[in-house]
């Protein structure tokens, strides 16, 4: 397969998913500030003798790892896997990455609760409600949303073969 093809490949992938350039970036950057948190509350979680702190550390250090090699591959440049497992990643739709990101941010939680886990993993956390968010797919308009609920009252009325007139009258009585 070659570079052509398989950047053609990621871009459909990545425009079928309904995101906007905008959201996109936002779920990008929140990855980013996540890591980060992740990184330095994991650093800060092992400072300890608790063995459960000390593992739930090593998790949220990965969990870093993992976020900045999915969205912010060049940050990795010098690992040599670090563009594949980002190209596949990209090919993730946005439920499987937001199951994913949560998962990954729960898992320390529930090994060590504490607030510098509870922290440290909140924007990881946050990172997968965006993505989330984006499976949910764009919002509907206002007129389209209008004429659906005409149309659905229409049908109702023609069921129970009323119609506005009729419903009045047989109230008022």
Same mark, same amino acid.
């Given at each position: ?27 990008k950057i929140a990855g980013v500030l ?44 010098? @690992?040599? =896997? /670090?563009?594949? $497992? ?5 090919? +993730?739709?946005?439920?499987?990455? %937001?199951?994913? !990101?949560?998962?990954?941010?729960l898992f320390p939680v529930f090994l ?10 909140? @924007?990881? =956390? /946050?990172?997968? $409600? ?5 499976? +949910?797919?764009?919002?509907?308009? %206002?007129?389209? !949303? ?17 119609t506005d007139g009729a419903a009045d =009258? /047989?109230?008022? $009585?």
């Amino acid at each position: 397969m070659s570079t052509e093809e398989a950047a053609s490949s990621t871009k459909t992938v990545s425009e079928d998913d309904g995101m906007t350039w905008w959201y996109r970036w936002l779920c990008k950057i929140a990855g980013v500030l996540g890591g980060i948190s992740c990184a330095i509350s994991g650093v800060w979680n092992c400072v300890t003798v608790n063995p459960l702190n000390i593992a739930a550390g090593v998790w949220m250090v990965l969990n870093a790892f993992v976020l900045f090699l999915c969205e912010v591959p060049f940050c990795c440049q010098f @690992i040599e =896997f /670090a563009n594949a $497992v980002a190209a596949r990643a990209d090919k +993730l739709r946005p439920w499987q990455k %937001a199951f994913f !990101y949560c998962g990954m941010a729960l898992f320390p939680v529930f090994l060590s609760f504490s607030i510098t886990t509870l922290f440290g993993n909140a @924007i990881a =956390f /946050a990172t997968g $409600v965006l993505y989330g968010l984006a499976s +949910l797919g764009k919002k509907g308009d %206002a007129v389209t !949303y209008a004429r659906l609920q005409h149309q659905k009252q229409g049908d109702e009325e023609k069921m129970t073969g009323t119609t506005d007139g009729a419903a009045d =009258f /047989a109230c008022s $009585v």
